[in-house]
T-cell receptor, first 114, second 114 residues
Framework: GENVEQHPSTLSVQEGDSAVIKCTYS??????FPWYKQELGKRPQLIID?????GEKKDQRIAVTLNKTAKHFSLHITETQPEDSAVYFC?????????????FGAGTILRVKS | GAVVSQHPSWVICKSGTSVKIECRSL??????MFWYRQFPKQSLMLMAT?????????EQGVEKDKFLINHASLTLSTLTVTSAHPEDSSFYIC??????????FGSGTRLTVV
């Protein structure tokens, strides 16, 4: 089945700097890659997603890039703010698995220092 | 749109009792429901996948007789933790997949077994 690896596990940046989180996946049949932000004790919130027919997608300060050949995708946050501090999860959906389930990465704790 | 309601948000129960968690899609039909468990500082681990009207598919290592899943309608799925033990204490969260292809998470249930 699908396996998603996420790096780094923790990331500290200064307010205003950029943050990059990277994920790799194993199943070349995966075609949907969402990113979630989770604050302590709350549900994961979808912040951006990308499908395999697109190489890059941007939404204000957040962007995601996808390299299908290398099977990796990255989250880019520019001009970070303290409220960006949270745990970020990447995920991949494998169409070969029953129910189109999402497989999550281990998460990245992002701390934005003001 | 795409709102998923999950109840209760937290529950404390005695060891040996059963707890039922409900997940409802409020404004869309959830063709598939996913149930996840998340231990502190860890990622979301898929427990099972269910489609409306059919039996759930459990992930390896998840006891189907202990974690009963019912997906009786396109808007409601329930997870019952039977004979709960302290090691079952965790954050349980559902995700509903609609026809639009994006999963929406419930608000999660913090279960504490004492």
């Amino acid at each position: 089945g699908e396996n998603v690896e996420q790096h780094p596990s923790t990331l500290s940046v200064q307010e205003g700097d950029s943050a990059v989180i990277k994920c790799t996946y194993s199943d070349s049949a995966s075609n949907y890659f969402p990113w979630y932000k989770q604050e302590l004790g709350k549900r994961p919130q979808l912040i951006i997603d990308i499908r395999s027919n697109v190489g890059e997608k941007k939404d204000q300060r957040i962007a995601v890039t996808l390299n299908k050949t290398a099977k990796h995708f990255s989250l880019h946050i520019t001009e970070t703010q303290p409220e960006d501090s949270a745990v970020y999860f990447c995920a991949a959906r494998s169409l070969l698995e029953y129910g189109n389930k999402l497989v999550f990465g281990a998460g990245t704790i992002l701390r934005v220092k003001s | 749109g795409a709102v998923v309601s999950q109840h209760p948000s937290w529950v404390i129960c005695k060891s040996g009792t059963s707890v039922k968690i409900e997940c409802r899609s409020l404004d869309f039909q959830a063709t598939t429901m996913f149930w996840y468990r998340q231990f502190p500082k860890q990622s979301l681990m898929l427990m099972a996948t269910s489609n409306e009207g059919s039996k759930a598919t459990y992930e390896q290592g998840v006891e189907k007789d202990k974690f009963l899943i019912n997906h009786a309608s396109l808007t409601l799925s329930t997870l019952t933790v039977t004979s709960a033990h302290p090691e079952d204490s965790s954050f349980y969260i559902c995700s509903a997949l609609g026809r639009q292809g994006r999963g929406t998470f419930g608000s999660g249930t913090r279960l504490t077994v004492v």
